[in-house]
């Protein structure tokens, strides 16, 4: 178990690694995942922080750079106008769905090539890893 514990993450990681840099998308995986958090919903500075688990110095750095690439913006919520969000522009969603597209596309490639067995057994690794993010989730 402690062999599996491991190998999860680490290619997890790896898979996306991989993904993200055969993508015309010019993003880290930190920088997809904000995106993908941004398209749910405009969310504060310190909210994407916690979420990325990285310093509010580190997100506010990352945010610049999807302002100047025209993908994000921040403006004043409407309930209180001292607080800051960050929103998704139009470029912003356009650049993501082009990165989702081309992930589905490569993923759809891939797997392809697999055997039916093979897909059978992915299918069943998503739903037993659905089941352990959903427990590990309500622990938080």
């Known amino acids: 178990m402690d062999d599996i514990a491991v190998a999860l993450p680490q290619r997890a990681s790896s898979l996306l690694k991989l993904v993200l840099s055969r993508t015309s998308v010019p993003v880290s995986r930190t920088e997809a995942?904000?995106?993908?958090?941004?398209?749910?919903?405009?969310?504060?500075?310190t909210e994407l922080a916690a979420r990325e688990r990285v310093t509010q110095?580190?997100?506010t750095l990352l945010v610049n750079r999807l302002e100047q690439r025209g993908w994000a913006a921040r403006?004043?919520?409407?309930?209180?106008?001292?607080?800051?969000?960050?929103?998704?522009?139009?470029?912003?969603?356009?650049?993501?769905?082009?990165l989702r597209a081309e992930y589905r596309a490569l993923m759809h490639e891939e797997m392809a090539t697999l055997p039916d067995e093979d897909l059978d057994t992915l299918t069943q690794a998503i739903e037993i890893l659905d089941g352990l993010i959903e427990r590990l989730g309500g622990q938080e």
């Open 75 to 98: 403006h004043a919520d409407q309930a209180d106008r001292r607080v800051v969000l960050v929103a998704l522009t139009d470029q912003g969603e356009d650049a993501l769905s082009r």
């Open 57 to 59: 110095p580190a997100i």
């Open 33 to 45: 995942s904000v995106l993908s958090a941004l398209a749910e919903r405009p969310r504060r500075i």
